[in-house]
């Protein structure tokens, strides 16, 4: 029995994994505060919002397009999704209310408790098989027609019915009747359950006690040994079909477990939506990209993250950077860089986990692996300096990146100077585009800024974070090369409490102040 509700194909089951630094990713990206949105409180769906986030992951458009389709089966059937996923969640919670495994040692404890949890489970399958006859025209998803079509063929009445009744034979009512041969040193060996023959006497006749067999023979009530003799040799008996019947609850139970998980996957998406939804923030059905087109635009698209923990809708941004392997953001302080650029992130992450990403609309190719490169404090345990830890990050990143990859840097190398920085990460960037790699760049190093112009231009969407006349920032990016301006009257008005005349910038008086320049 398969779910298929992730996977054409398959179960799903996280991989290892790969090319995905999910440590670094998360923290970079906020992705708890994700997590949280889609877990609504829930343990379990922050647990399943966690792995699936990365080990759904896929560079398959199929398969995209695929959770695409059951998660708007999902949006438009929530109550029928609400009873399959409470029938998965009730049985998993029954068996463990069950004594079985407490003493699994012993084949009659194995055969009564497996017994016992199979009674439950085929209670539950029925249910199941009931909600998927009510509903299956309800449902156009390959996988929940799928889904509910097995439901259908292998859970008839007829089979449950004949489980049911092999279930109650191993009840063992009046007793076990068991065949065996003799060893070569007189002991039994092949020992077999036999089916009880059928007794087809009148109820009057069956009240009157028959002769017992010359062949029978009673254990003494005080025999302590000749009866554990006696459940020695029916454990012996029934061991194979205690082990069998254990086998068969352990699968069903993997049913149920898988039936939970992935659905719990699109439950936590729809916690996602309503959260969204009720702050004005929009979400939208990504499109696949073709291979190798090097495709990636969106319109609107926002910090999800950010809106979330704000409470808001936030400005989005609208890009087109289909085409450049190489997009360099530059601009103000404070103008929505960083923002801008953990979206992409975000937005990249649930567009490969199958789900709808914040934006009007998003096309993006399919990427190999993400990382992050950001800025970090400086290390408390002073075990090395803050350059040095982001130069063992980068190359860390660099024995694990592969090619058709997507890599994010926030100010790295901003730990040096101006001159040694630039020039250490436009060698990183050179050599992860030879290799492949789409590189987004935020950085307040003119001459970094300046040296992709003059090398990488025809590679590179140059994108601006501007300043607004009186100092504002409208957080939309605007297409621009990189401007050698600090804005350094922001500065000055943050110190001072006023503005600086246009005709007076720091820049004219003699001050050697770049961009990026921090009151600090």
Known sequence: MNVFLMHPDRDFSPPAEGAWDRDELAKDLALPTLWHAMAADDEFLYEVAGRATFGALTNDAQT??????????????????????????????????????????????????????????????RELRLIAEKNEHSFSSDGFRRLFSMLKEELSEEYLGEVERHLAILHFRRGVLLSASLGKDGRGIDYVVRLPNADERPWWRRLIRRRKSAFTFEIPERDDAGAQALNDIQGRGI?????????????????????????????????????????????????????GSRGLRFDEMYDVCLALQMGKAIVGNRVDATGRSLVMITGANQGGKSSFLRSVGISQLMFQAGMLVGADQYESELFQGLFTHYKREEDAGLDSGKFDEEVSRMSRIAKKIVPNSMLLCNESFAATNEREGSAIAHDVIRAMLDKGIRVLFVTHFYHLARSVVASESGKTLFLRAPRNEDGTRSFRLIEGAPLETSFGDDLYRRIFGEALDRDDEPTQTGLPVTEGTRAE
């Open 64 to 125: 995209i397009r695929y959770r695409h389709a059951v998660l708007r089966d999902c949006q438009e059937n929530t109550e029928v999704i609400d009873a399959v996923y409470q029938v998965a969640l009730s049985a998993i919670e029954e068996k463990g209310k069950s004594y079985f495994g407490i003493l699994s040692m012993y084949p009659s404890a194995v055969l009564h408790g497996a017994r016992e949890v199979m009674e439950i489970f085929v209670r539950k399958l």
């Open 239 to 291: 061991n194979s079909v205690a082990n069998a019947l254990a086998q068969s609850m352990e699968h069903i139970l993997g049913f149920f477990v898988l039936l939970r998980t992935e659905l719990a996957f699109y439950r936590a998406q729809l916690n996602l939506q309503r959260q969204l939804g009720s702050i004005g923030a929009r979400l939208c059905v990504p499109t696949v990209a073709p291979a």
